[in-house]
Structure formats: C-alpha cells, structure tokens
C-alpha cells in the first residue's frame, strides 16, 4: 500500500529550465562548431569513443547538459559530482563504482561541476584513474581552465569552449518551451525577443524569467495574453533589459572607463551602478578594471593594479549583489589614483616597430651559447654580465642594430612614476660614463 508521502512525488515542482534540459544533440541549440555535423563531440558519441574532456563555457550554455546527453547516447554509467560540495571521499567511492562497471564492459561518466573549484590534490586524484580508462572525466568550468586546472590532468583532457547563445538561439529555446509547456499563453516573437536579450546568452535565465513572467500573468478565459508593455512592466524597469551585446553595453563602459580616467569618483560609480544593476556580469567590469589600472595608471601608482586584481578575485568568490562594494571601491580607488597612460603609449609605438622588424635576428651577445657549435657562431660573444660591474649597469646595446637608440617608455611626472623617471636619467649618465 503506497503512503501519502510516497504519491508525494508526483507533485513535486519542477523548474521549466529543468523540465526543458535537452536530451539529445538534436534540441541542443548554439554549439554547431563542437556538437553540429561532423563536430568533434557528435562523432565521438557516435563512434562511441568518448575521451576526456573539459568544457569551457559562461553560465546557462548547456555544459551539465551537454555532459548528460553524451552519457546518455553512449549507454554510460553517469555520475555528477559538484566542486563546492564534493571531496576525495566521494571521489574515492565513484572509483570503486568504475571499476566495478568496467569488470562488466560498461563505461563511467564522472561529471565535474565547477571544477576549477577543486584543489590540486582532488583533482590529482583523478589522474591515475583517467589514464587506466576507470572513467571518463567531464568537467564544467566558467574559468580558463588553463589556470584553474591542473596541467596534469589537463594534458589528459581536450577543451571544448562553448559560448554564450544568441537572441537567435535562446528565441529557439523559449519557442520550444511555449510549444510544448504553454498551450495556453500567447506571447509575440518580439517579447520572446525582449526575454532573450535579458538573458544575456543564459538558457537557463531566460528559462526562469518566461517561467517567472507567465506565473505572473492572469489567466482570462483560458488563457494567457502577454504583451511587449505588459512584460516590460513585469520586468519592472526597461533597464534591466540591458543588452549585454548592444551599443548601450559599450556606452556604459565607455562612460565608466572615461570617468576614472578624468579622476571623477562620482561618476564613476553611477556607471558602474547603471550597469550592475542592469545585470552586467562583474567580471566583465573586474576585466576592464584591471585593463585601466595598467593603461591609465600604470606605475603612478603601482597598488593600482593590485586594488583591480583584488577587486577581480572578490567578484569571482561573493558574485552579486555582495561585490558590488568590492567594485566601488575599485573604482574609486582608480579614480583618485595619479594617472600615466605611459605604458599603454610605450606599448602601442615598440608595437609598430616589432611588427616591421619581425625578420631581424636577435642580437648575438644576448644569445645563450649552450652547444660548442652556438659558441663557434659568436653567441654570447660581447656579453657583460650586469652583477660583475660596480653600478650593475653594462654599456651595452639590447636592442637590435636597425632600433638602436630607440626609447619608448617615456615616464611622467605623476604620483610615483616620477620617482621612476629620475632612476632612469641616472641610469643612462651611468651608462654614459662607462667606456
């Protein structure tokens, strides 16, 4: 006799973005370059040789998906393991399950959420496990993996980036889901069009934010009507239906860039507020924000950089809404700072010389002679080692012949890179007075 408790589960509420989760390549929609005709992964799964792999890709692309599918297409034993929650415990017991599955001719699928979240010695303990074929590791991370994962394991692994979808493909998405979750609403394509562009490339937002928007609307006669105005006035304000990919995207980050630079806190911050509160994802203005420490500042002040890069790291560990003080004080700090566009100057003119020069061998005296033939050619011939002079300055030309003399950073006098000008004048009455 089934308990009360039991027929429970029939009713359990179930997210649309789940209830929509693709199950083969077929509804899988914004990969074609890794899952389309003749792609990498769709001939995998239908050759059956799936080999390890790391997909790399912002939120809501399809990477657990994607993971799933192949699983399930290839008749694998899926297990699904989070960085934040999971440690050597788990993965040790997915071990033991492996190996008995592959003493019965049956593979292991082990994905890996977030794994940029797990340190060295979780994911080395994959290693020995991915080389003997026990299981197959996919793992998902929103990070480079070639600085979040283990070069180790990485070297075992291929990359698969996926990207954001267009207004295009998440149209697709929210199409498939009316049609097949909504008999009863009617929604026009620029609505739909209205909701893809608030996702920002996020299925699964945009996913949630139909879902949000149809529990919200009144049922009249069976039916529900939603409208371009009345969406707009769900959503509450037309300014969060940002387009993260239209002008206004880079007008904000045009007016934030150029506020700092113009030493204006004040501004600075509105903009930034203007664009968080509009669902910029933070880690974009983190980016830029180190960008303009370099460009903008450089060695005026050389904490500059270190403010940008803190700032970066706490957005990535807090996310919204916690960071968004990590970021003002960025950002005040940027714009108070003494500022030098010298390295970005100094940069854009040795550019256009490297460029021309491309063809022009290093000079010989800077080349290290590590065989009697490199000797035998001249290398290293003419060399003064620094340290074995008195000033630890050699009178010595780096450059090559056709740039010799050339000088392309040229320091200012603001904040500390003053200071910096001052050494670099002694340095070449230094070099001057050597003979």
């Not at 074929?133 to 990070?143: P, S």
Request: glycine share 4%; aromatic share 8%.
């Amino acid at each position: 006799m089934s308990s009360l408790f039991e027929d429970k589960t029939e009713f359990e509420y179930q997210p649309l973005a789940d209830k929509m989760r693709p199950t083969s390549l077929d509804d899988f929609y914004g990969q074609d370059a890794i899952v389309g005709e003749n792609s990498p992964i769709r001939l995998m799964i239908e050759n059956d040789k799936i080999t390890s792999m790391i997909l790399w890709g912002p939120p809501g692309v399809g990477k657990t998906t994607l993971a799933k599918i192949i699983a399930n297409k290839t008749n694998s034993s899926f297990h699904e393991l989070s960085a934040v929650t999971s440690g050597i415990k788990e993965i040790k017991e997915l071990i033991e399950i492996s190996k008995f599955n592959k003493a019965n001719n049956k593979k292991t699928i082990v994905f890996v959420d977030e794994i940029h979240r797990f340190n060295k010695t979780q994911q080395d303990a994959f290693l020995p496990y991915v080389e003997n074929g026990d299981i197959i590791l996919i793992g998902a991370t929103t990070e480079n993996p070639s600085f979040e994962v283990n070069s180790a394991l990485l070297s075992r692994s291929k990359v698969y980036v996926l990207k954001s979808l267009s207004n295009e493909d998440l149209l697709k998405v929210l199409k498939r889901a009316i049609e097949k979750e909504y008999k009863n609403v009617s929604i026009d394509e620029s609505s739909l069009l209205i909701i893809s562009s608030y996702a920002g490339g996020d299925a699964r937002t945009a996913l949630n934010t139909l879902e949000n928007v149809i529990n919200l609307t009144k049922e009249i006669k069976g039916k529900k009507k939603i409208t371009k105005e009345y969406l707009e006035k769900i959503l509450q304000s037309k300014t969060f239906l940002y387009d993260k990919n239209g002008e206004e995207h880079y007008n904000l980050i045009s007016a934030l860039h150029k506020s700092m630079r113009n030493s204006d806190p004040d501004a600075a911050v509105y903009y930034l507020a203007r664009m968080l509160e509009s669902g910029e994802n933070p880690l974009y203005i983190a980016r830029r924000l180190v960008r303009f420490a370099s460009e903008d500042i450089g060695l005026a002040n050389k904490e500059a950089l270190t403010q940008a890069l803190n700032a970066y790291n706490a957005a990535h560990y807090l996310g919204m809404p916690e960071c968004n003080v990590n970021l003002t004080q960025a950002v005040v700090y940027l714009s108070v700072s003494p500022k030098s566009n010298a390295l970005y100057v100094a940069y854009e003119s040795v550019k256009e010389d490297a460029i021309k020069t491309m063809e022009e061998k290093v000079p010989l005296h800077l080349r290290n002679a590590t065989t009697k033939l490199d000797k035998s050619l001249g290398y290293g011939s003419g060399y003064i080692y620094a340290h074995d002079t008195e000033a630890k300055i050699a009178k010595m030309d780096c450059l090559p012949p056709s740039l010799k003399g050339k000088k392309y950073y040229h320091p200012t006098t603001s904040g500390q890179e003053k200071n910096i000008k001052e050494v670099l004048i002694n340095i070449e009455k230094i070099k001057n007075s050597l003979k």
